[in-house]
């Protein structure tokens, strides 16, 4: 990919605003946008939701049914290696179950997937209960494959289907807490089986199993301890699963009992209760009678699920579908879809098919998780929400918050209840967190972003969403302050930080692991930028001066000296820091694709290089509060655009990792958005599309899906900030509708003229903004205050990539040392 030709930023100031463009003012609704071309509004764009996009090739999307933030995420489970989210797109593997609980796009081990159901039309050679292969290797079949290679698989927000080779045909749908199933048996099938799987999880982690199953009601309810997917922990799960005839009574089974790896073992009449200690594998199986009808036996599966008791997975199921409507289920599942993504509205006319695809898919997939599980937190009492499957903080943060910030406050607020809550039982907020347990840390304390972005957009409407002001200070201060127990697992290694200003490679504490020491330098001091701000606003001076201060420290890590092997044009690089201040040596291309050495920089590495994910030379240019003070570093603008071109032509940007996410962006800081603009559109093409492989790498919970959200809709966003960079959209409009603010936003193209495919050059350079009808000093930046009421904001775009921010430095978006954000 290259990044486009640079001219000389001396030439670029130069090219003023030629003309103040006035624009027609249009009235600030959102109707008006799509009033003037009504073929194309999208009506429902939950149907536009393509949910299978990077299900194969190591996404880790999950493509089944789940409510908006939902617990119970129900899904189909292969056999494929990369089955984190339970799913794969090649028909190739063969299905195990359809489990109650999984995570989207997550890494580290395979998460929850537990509690699998599975339907046998015939069983084993003869039919028999016992002959049933129940383990999950032996019962496991292919999908039905299309004529086309592709599996009979279909998906849509709320609900998920296919046709397994055995001819059963499965669906699945989802209330917060509760899946329901549908199993269609095909037609002559005598002895419809259907089995509860108590104890294979997506690790086979199982520990201390326990089931009750009634051979008349054929309910059955069942525990079991698994292990956490990201981190040291373990967790209890239980489920609660009751059957019922779609269409006809089903009366009591004629067969149940128990299976315990591959025999199926029939209770008597009046054996109804089973209790195991250690079993590697157990469950329950039933035989029901066919559908008294000449059609196929349909029958429905309820399946609560909690974290509490049985009891309460009981309870959820028969609160939340009392009647096991499936399609009522489903119905009311796609319509809570359907609202939500229906608050961010595009135009249509002019675009591709595909793009508007790909921009609600991903907006779709920044709202699985993480996970509602109010109520269900086994760890202590409390009235206020819970969520869960942080996966991981830091890499949502950059953008998912933002993404929400701007069309959905209420579930960012109850997100923020949620983290504070935590923090006020453990002292210290989540980094990372998956099915309750402490996950590893991956960089800073990156839930202060998280709630400081909440902050810093929603600091007037606390009453209304119910957020406590002093309650999220003192979260910040406790990460920013209080050195935890184990800073591999909550917090930070907070004293070093705070006496020296970095992390240096040669020090051992006992309380956490000695590594990542140069990228933790970097986002420790991005965390506290995120108190700065919060402080700032609150009207406490000091600490805001103090926490901006602290945020200047990337500079301790900055080696002047370093130069790129054969490129000693590039000089300049955040290196390790030994405790006495000199600085210890690491590759610029280590962990990049031209590492000569290969190297990983994974979490597991034990590794004594300093950095996280990421090359050196891309956490050189991961300032995001203090960008003019990288270009200073960096021997100024020009250099700074070489280097940026240097790093896309030389392929080390990594479209994978979220430390790369804002470097297409950055040419805005050098005054050459049109570069940026050019760079972010050739990383859609490259690597982002609507195929099953169209992710360069993991989901990470939606961190992809809203980075590649907001590049279609030409923002990227600065969390704990009022700044938006600004690009042009993919669409002749976007509106975002805000609930809590009450009026929609609309961005608008007043000359849109398509997209270029290759996403190098075309018509899409910005060239003049005008907010509300009145002429905006920057084709940059915009501020939350165009969010905030609800703005039109009108921008004109040309084929000329030269276009500057601005006529003088304030139309530079602000950083840091150039006093930005006061
Ligand atoms: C899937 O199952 C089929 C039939 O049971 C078997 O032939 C095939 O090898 C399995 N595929 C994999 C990838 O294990
Ligand atoms: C499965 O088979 C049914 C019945 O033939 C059909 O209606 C459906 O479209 C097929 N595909 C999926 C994914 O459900
Ligand atoms: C099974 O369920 C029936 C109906 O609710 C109940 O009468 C019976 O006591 C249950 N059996 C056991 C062992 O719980
Ligand atoms: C805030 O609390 C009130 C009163 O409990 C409730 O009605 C409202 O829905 C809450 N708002 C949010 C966004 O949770
Ligand atoms: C960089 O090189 C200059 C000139 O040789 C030297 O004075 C300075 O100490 C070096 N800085 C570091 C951090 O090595
Ligand atoms: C600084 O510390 C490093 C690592 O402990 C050591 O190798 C180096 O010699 C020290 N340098 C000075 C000047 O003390
Ligand atoms: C200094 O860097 C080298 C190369 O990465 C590494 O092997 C060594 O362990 C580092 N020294 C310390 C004290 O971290
Ligand atoms: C789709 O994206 C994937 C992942 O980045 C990439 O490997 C593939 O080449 C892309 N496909 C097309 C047709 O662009
Ligand atoms: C959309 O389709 C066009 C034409 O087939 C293709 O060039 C483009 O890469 C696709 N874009 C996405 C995002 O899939
Ligand atoms: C929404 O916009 C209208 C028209 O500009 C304005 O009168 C109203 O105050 C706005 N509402 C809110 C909640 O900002």
């Known amino acids: ?78 056999d494929s290696p990369g089955n984190h989210a339970g799913y794969d797109a090649d028909p190739i593997f063969n299905v195990t179950g359809f489990s109650q609980l999984h995570d989207d796009g997550t890494g580290g081990s395979i998460p929850l997937s537990l509690f699998k159901l599975f339907a046998f039309p015939f069983c084993g050679a003869d039919d028999k209960f016992e002959e049933c292969p129940t383990s999950v290797d032996d019962r496991k079949v292919l999908r039905k494959v299309l004529p086309n290679g592709s599996p009979d698989d279909f998906a849509e927000p709320g609900y998920f289907s296919t046709n397994l080779s055995t001819g059963l045909r499965v669906e699945l ?66 489920t609660c699963v009751d059957f019922k005839g779609d269409g006809f009574d089903l009366g009591a089974p004629k067969q149940s009992g128990a299976w315990l790896g591959n025999s199926g073992i029939q209770q008597s009449t009046n054996f109804q209760q089973l209790y195991f200690g250690f079993r590697e594998q157990l469950g329950a199986l039933f035989t029901f009678a066919p559908a008294p009808s000449a059609g196929p036996t349909t029958i429905l599966a309820r399946v609560g699920v909690s974290f509490i008791s049985t009891d309460q997975a009981c309870a959820n199921a028969e609160a939340e579908v009392p009647a096991f409507d499936f399609d009522a289920t489903r119905t009311a599942a796609f319509g809570a879809w359907d609202a939500l993504l229906g608050r961010v509205q595009v135009d249509t006319k002019g675009v591709d098919k595909n793009m508007t695809e790909l921009f609600y898919s991903s907006l779709y997939r920044t709202h699985i998780s993480p996970a509602d599980y109010t109520d269900e937190n086994p760890k202590w009492k409390s009235t206020e929400p819970y969520f869960d499957s942080f996966y991981c903080n830091w890499d949502t943060y950059r953008t998912l918050y933002s993404l929400m910030a701007l069309h959905d406050p209420e579930d960012f607020s109850r997100i923020v209840r949620g983290l504070l809550n935590i923090q006020q ?103 506290d930028f995120a108190v700065s701000q919060v402080a700032k606003i609150m009207g406490n001076a000091a600490d805001g001066t103090k926490y901006a201060q602290r945020a200047q420290n990337f500079v301790n890590t900055w080696n002047p000296n370093i130069t790129v092997p054969g490129r000693t044009d590039i000089k ?121 492989n169209g992710l360069p790498g993991n989901d990470d919970s939606g961190a992809m899906g809203s980075y590649v959200a907001f590049y279609l809709a030409g923002l990227y966003p600065l969390p704990a900030t009022r700044q938006f960079l600004l690009s042009s959209p993919y669409f002749p409009s976007i509106s975002f509708t805000n609930p809590i603010l009450g009026n929609a936003t609309t961005i608008r193209v007043t000359n849109f003229a398509g997209n270029p495919a290759s996403g190098t050059g075309g018509q899409v350079f910005v060239k003049s903004v005008t907010i509300d009808g009145a002429p905006w000093h920057s084709n940059c930046f915009i501020d939350w205050d165009a969010f905030r009421a609800g703005s039109t904001i009108e921008l004109e775009v040309t084929t000329d990539i030269n276009v500057p921010c601005g006529k003088d430095a304030s139309a530079l978006p602000p950083s840091l040392s150039t006093g930005g954000y006061d």
């Open 572 to 692: 300049g690089m955040m290196q390790p820091r030994f405790l006495n201040g000199t600085f210890n040596f690491t590759d610029p291309r280590h962990c990049s694709v031209n590492d000569p050495l290969q190297s990983t920089c994974f979490l597991n590495a034990v590794n004594t290089d300093g950095f996280y994910e990421g090359s050196p030379i891309t956490y050189s240019q991961y300032v995001p509060q203090d960008t003019a003070k990288l270009i200073e570093l960096q021997g100024g603008p020009q250099k700074f655009i070489d280097r940026l071109n240097f790093i896309f032509e030389d392929n080390y940007f990594d479209s994978t990792d979220e430390p790369s996410q804002q470097i297409p962006f950055m040419y805005h800081y050098a005054n050459r958005p049109g570069l940026s603009t050019q760079a972010s559109r050739q990383t859609i093409a490259q690597f982002f599309n609507t195929s099953v």
């Open 1 to 78: 990919m290259r990044g486009g030709r640079p001219l000389r930023l001396s030439q670029s100031l130069l090219i003023f605003l030629g003309s103040i463009s006035l624009f027609e003012v249009s009235r600030p609704v959102v109707a008006a946008s799509v009033a003037s071309s009504t073929d194309t509004v999208v009506t429902h764009p939950a149907s536009l939701v393509n949910l299978f996009i990077g299900t194969t090739n190591g996404g880790h999307v999950f493509p089944g049914a789940t409510l908006p933030h939902g617990m119970v995420k129900v899904g189909m489970d292969t």
């Open 425 to 527: 039982h453990e002292g210290w907020m989540p980094e990372c967190r998956g099915a309750t347990a402490m996950h590893f840390i991956q960089g800073g304390s990156n839930g202060d972003p998280i709630v400081a972005e909440f902050f810093v957009k929603y600091h007037e409407h606390l009453d209304v969403l119910n957020v406590s002001a002093p309650a999220l200070y003192s979260a910040l201060v406790a990460d920013a302050e209080v050195q935890p127990p184990n800073w591999d697992l909550q917090g930070r290694q907070a004293n070093i930080w705070k006496s020296l200003g970095y992390i240096p490679s040669d020090i051992w504490e006992p309380s956490g692991t000695n590594t990542k020491q140069v990228s933790r330098t970097l986002e420790y001091a991005f965390d």
């Open 173 to 238: 749908t989802a209330m917060r807490r509760t899946a329901v199933h549908r199993y269609t048996f095909p037609k002559g099938t005598v002895n419809p089986r259907i089995l509860v799987d108590i104890t294979n999880d997506g690790q086979q982690s199982s520990t201390d199993p326990e089931m009750l199953l009634n051979g008349t009601t054929a309910r059955v309810t069942g525990a079991s301890s698994f292990a956490a997917s990201f981190g040291p922990g373990r967790y209890r799960a239980f």
